[in-house]
């Protein structure tokens, strides 16, 4: 994995750019954000261990997606926000975007349902053979709406047909609490724990990614050693510096409150890895946008993380990226080598519009277009990175998760906030438990009641 950070710097972008040496100054502040982080990494910063604790669980999570590879044809994940959005990106990452439809594929069809929408849950319902289907429900508070009323939609579809419940479901909770907890033992359905300090955007490389990564096939061995590759480099790197995992969030931080850059573009080309912008966008919200800091100080910080996918995407937003204000800070990622690549002979017409595409490998135009649109975001002064991976596998996939967790940790260490909690996010699921009168929650309605009545006032009907 490479981190180039040349064109974030004024000696190459001119004054939206950062002086080289505020960065090499940072050396001081940065040594006591990584002793900050290591201090927590048995608390608050537990996720951090993920890829040395997990070693002792795999063996149980590849014994089960053995069974399940044998026995079923559809493997659905229930979840949504961190028990979902990991998941996703481990399995467009490593299987890519037609998995399901592959005549190659060996193991079960993997389907996501990661929303509410009756349309589509009816759909995926009714379209799988739910005998050959396997449900892994995952909540950490094992309580959220969304999963639950999946999960009453999947059980109700299963008890219609007849079926064994225990025989379809696996659950994905916490150790001791929560409703789902309390149904594995009622429904005697295997259930994978989450530990408690693993919070949900963090949770990937718990049972959580894990186990729908080993049914599909994913080597989840190689996952955790990459990501345990990247801590154990950031523990030996002595100059913070030269550490990417400090300096990319040191970067973010400066242009954020001295440039007022407050979003950040993933701009990824690969559609496998498009996903990683979606991770990471949770990621990087809802662990930085806060109201308050630590000391309860009033801040309201935050950057907004935006992913988009190259070459598509620039024929749809690089325009702004160029002309528009300077308020964006790009990091554009891609592997060195695509895994599926081939010649293109290109026998169609002799037309010198479309020759220069003959008698190369179809990956030249996309690796073009990366350094295309790097020179141009560079011309036209806005500040970017580059990461580059050598190619899309389980241990550079691993690097660049564990790369991610601890960069916006480190970023919730200098802005001085908590990159763990979600209180607005905890405060929206209550709202929502008001409205459908869950006890207890009778207070939260009537702020809804009252919400309509202000917000009926001022309405245009069009016809
Ligand atoms: O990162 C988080 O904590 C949240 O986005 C959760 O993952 C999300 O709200 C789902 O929560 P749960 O796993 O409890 O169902």
Same mark, same amino acid.
């Given at each position: 994995m490479k981190f180039n950070y040349?064109?974030?710097l004024e000696e190459a972008i001119g004054k939206h750019g950062l002086p080289l040496n505020s960065l090499l100054e940072s050396r001081t502040s940065l040594n006591q954000i990584k002793e900050r982080i290591q201090k927590k990494i048995n608390k608050d910063?537990?996720? /951090?261990?993920l890829p040395e604790v997990m070693a002792s669980h795999l063996d149980k999570i590849k014994k089960t997606a053995k069974k399940i590879q044998e026995n079923y044809e559809n493997f659905v994940i229930v979840g949504i926000g961190g028990s979902s959005l990991g998941n996703e990106l481990l399995h467009y990452a490593i299987n890519g975007i037609y998995y399901n439809d592959?005549?190659?594929?060996k193991t079960p069809r993997i389907y996501f349902?990661?929303?509410?929408d009756p349309e589509s849950t009816k759909t995926l319902l009714t379209m799988l053979d739910l005998k050959k289907t396997m449900f892994n429900v995952i909540t950490?508070?094992?309580?959220?709406a969304e999963t639950m009323q999946n999960l009453l939609s999947i059980t109700d579809a299963l008890k219609k047909e007849n079926l064994d419940l225990k025989k379809h479901l696996i659950f994905t909770t916490g150790?001791?609490?929560g409703l789902l907890r309390k149904l594995s033992y009622e429904l005697s359905v295997e259930t994978f724990a989450i530990h408690p300090l693993v919070g949900g955007r963090y949770s990937v490389l718990s049972a959580v990614g894990l186990l729908s990564a080993a049914v599909e096939g994913i080597n989840i061995d190689a996952l955790l050693r990459g990501a345990e590759l990247v801590k154990k480099n950031i523990t030996k790197e002595s100059n913070p510096v030269r550490c990417a995992a400090l300096l990319l969030p040191l970067i973010q931080y400066k242009l954020y409150k001295?440039?007022?850059?407050?979003i950040n573009t /993933? &701009?990824?080309?690969s559609d496998g890895l498009s996903h990683l912008g979606t991770w990471y966008r949770q990621l990087l919200s809802e662990s930085?946008?806060?109201?308050?800091?630590?000391?309860?100080?009033q801040i309201f910080t935050g950057i907004t993380p935006i992913g988009v996918r190259g070459a598509t995407d620039q024929h749809s937003m690089l325009q702004l990226f160029m002309e528009?204000? &300077?308020d964006k800070f790009i990091i554009f990622i891609a592997p060195v080598k695509y895994r599926k690549d081939f010649n293109l002979k290109g026998n169609l017409i002799n037309d010198e519009n479309i020759n220069y /595409?003959?008698?190369?490998?179809?990956?030249q135009l996309i690796k073009s277009e990366f350094l295309a649109t790097q020179t141009a975001i560079k011309t036209s002064g806005k500040p970017s990175v580059a990461i580059e991976i050598p190619e899309i596998n389980e241990e550079e996939l691993g690097k660049l998760i564990y790369f991610a967790e601890y960069e916006v940790v480190a970023l919730g260490e200098m802005l001085n906030?908590?990159?763990?909690?979600?209180p607005a996010v905890e405060f929206g699921k209550q709202l929502t438990y008001g409205i459908m009168k869950r006890k207890g929650f009778e207070e939260k309605n009537e702020k809804i009641m009252e919400f309509k009545k202000v917000c009926e006032k001022h309405i245009i009907k069009i016809p």
């Open positions: 040349s064109n974030m910063y537990y996720p /951090l261990q592959s005549i190659s594929r349902m990661d929303n509410i950490k508070s094992g309580s959220t150790p001791e609490k001295e440039r007022g850059v407050n /993933l &701009f990824i080309y930085i946008g806060k109201r308050f800091t630590r000391s309860e100080k528009g204000p &300077f /595409l003959k008698n190369k490998k179809a990956s906030v908590d990159p763990i909690n979600q």
